[in-house]
C-alpha cells in the first residue's frame, strides 16, 4: 500500500509538471509572421554602419533583401509554380535593370518586380502576390528601422537615401531620380485628380523672443514653414495616417518627411550632422502654408551655427525640399542680449 501511494504521488506531480509545461508554452506569445525580430534590427543597423558614405541604391536594395525577416518569408518558394514565374520575373527583369544577370534571392526578385511594375510584363500567380505583400510589408518595416539608425548615427545622407528607397517600394517606382518614373507619378496623380505638390521650404532659427541671438544654454526655436502653391486645387490624396490631437485622431492625406541636420565647413566643403526628424502634417489642405516648430538648447560654444532642413514626401516620387537658417550664439553680457536678458529676469521674477 505504501509503495502504490508513493508511485500515485510520483504520478501527480509528473502529471502536474506537464501541466505547466503546456500552459507555459500556450501563454508563450508567438511571433506574426514578417515581424521584425532583433536579428532583423541588428542586421539594419549594421547596413547603415558598415557603409561609409552615402549608400547606393543597389547596396541598399540588395542589403535590404538579406533582411533575416524577408529570408524566412521566402521559405518554400521553390514548390509548385514558383520556379517558373522566378524564371518569369528574372527574364523579364533582365530586359530593364542594368546589369542584371539573374540571383537566387526570392526576396530580391520580389522586391525589384516591386519597383519595376509598371514595366515588366510578367503576372504574379495569386500565391506569389501575397508573399510578394507580405515581403513588401517587412521590407518598409526594415527601412523604417535604418532611417533610425542613421538618426541615431547623424547620418543625412544614409537617412535620404533609405528614405528615398521606402517611397520608390511603397509606389512602385524604381527610380527617385528618373525623369519617366517622375513622368509616371504625374500621370498618376492625374489620373487620379490630385494635384502635384508644388513647395517652397523655409526655415528659420531665433530665441524665444524672436531674436536670431541666443545665449549659450538658451532655448532655440526652430521654426519651419513650408508654402503650399497647390493648396486647394484637386481632389485630396489617399489617408496617409491618422495623427493624434488631444484625445481625437485626425485624417492626414498630405505629410512630409523632415530630416534636420546641422552644417559643419570641413576643409572647404559642407558636411551635414543629422540631429532629428519631424512629420510635417497637412491637416487643412486649402491653407496655402504649414508650419512646425521644434525646440532645442543651444550650443555651449560661441559662434555662428547653420542649420539644414531637408523635406521630402515618401507619397509622391521626386517631391523633395531643402533649406538652411542660422543663429549666432553670443554671450549673455553681449549687448544684444541686453533685451533678452531683461525678459529672462523678469520670468525668474
Excluded at 541598399?60 to 521566402?74: F, S
Excluded at 503576372?123 to 505583400?133: A, D, G, M, N
Excluded at 521626386?318 to 531683461?342: I, Y
Aim: proline share 4%; hydrophobic share 40%.
Amino acid at each position: 500500500a505504501t509503495a502504490a501511494a508513493a508511485l500515485f504521488a510520483v504520478a501527480v506531480r509528473l502529471n502536474m509538471a506537464r501541466r505547466r509545461s503546456t500552459n507555459a508554452m500556450r501563454k508563450k506569445p508567438v511571433p506574426k509572421a514578417g515581424a521584425l525580430q532583433k536579428e532583423d534590427l541588428a542586421h539594419a543597423d549594421r547596413l547603415v554602419t558598415e557603409c561609409a558614405g552615402a549608400p547606393t541604391f543597389i547596396y541598399l536594395l540588395y542589403g535590404l533583401a538579406r533582411a533575416p525577416v524577408l529570408q524566412h518569408l521566402c521559405d518554400g518558394c521553390t514548390q509548385h509554380r514558383w520556379p517558373s514565374t522566378l524564371r518569369s520575373i528574372s527574364a523579364d527583369l533582365r530586359q530593364h535593370v542594368p546589369n542584371w544577370d539573374g540571383t537566387d534571392s526570392v526576396a530580391l526578385l520580389l522586391l525589384q518586380y516591386q519597383l519595376n511594375c509598371e514595366r515588366l510584363t510578367c503576372v504574379l500567380h495569386h500565391e506569389c502576390v501575397q508573399v510578394k505583400e507580405s515581403v513588401l510589408e517587412a521590407a518598409v518595416s526594415v527601412l523604417h528601422h535604418m532611417c533610425e539608425a542613421a538618426c541615431r548615427q547623424r547620418r543625412l545622407d544614409a537617412a535620404l537615401k533609405v528614405s528615398q528607397l521606402l517611397a520608390c517600394l511603397r509606389l512602385g517606382l524604381w527610380d527617385w531620380g528618373s525623369a519617366e518614373c517622375r513622368q509616371l507619378m504625374a500621370e498618376r496623380l492625374e489620373r487620379d485628380g490630385v494635384a502635384m505638390p508644388k513647395l517652397e521650404l523655409r526655415v528659420g532659427a531665433q530665441s524665444w523672443i524672436g531674436e536670431p541671438h541666443i545665449a549659450p544654454g538658451r532655448q532655440v526655436e526652430l521654426v519651419i514653414t513650408l508654402h503650399r502653391a497647390h493648396a486647394g486645387k484637386g481632389l485630396h490624396g489617399p489617408l496617409q495616417k491618422l495623427a493624434a490631437r488631444g484625445h481625437q485622431s485626425v485624417r492626414i492625406h498630405e505629410t512630409y518627411l523632415c530630416l534636420l541636420s546641422r552644417v559643419y565647413a570641413d576643409s572647404g566643403t559642407e558636411r551635414d550632422s543629422l540631429f532629428s526628424k519631424v512629420d510635417i502634417d497637412v491637416e487643412d489642405l486649402t491653407a496655402p502654408t504649414t508650419t512646425a516648430k521644434i525646440s532645442f538648447s543651444a550650443p555651449q560654444e560661441m559662434g555662428e551655427y547653420k542649420l539644414r532642413a531637408t523635406l521630402l514626401s515618401l507619397a509622391v516620387l521626386g517631391v523633395q525640399e531643402s533649406a538652411v537658417c542660422t543663429f549666432l550664439v553670443v554671450p549673455t553680457d553681449d549687448p544684444r542680449m541686453q533685451s533678452a536678458n531683461d525678459d529672462y529676469s523678469s520670468d525668474d521674477n
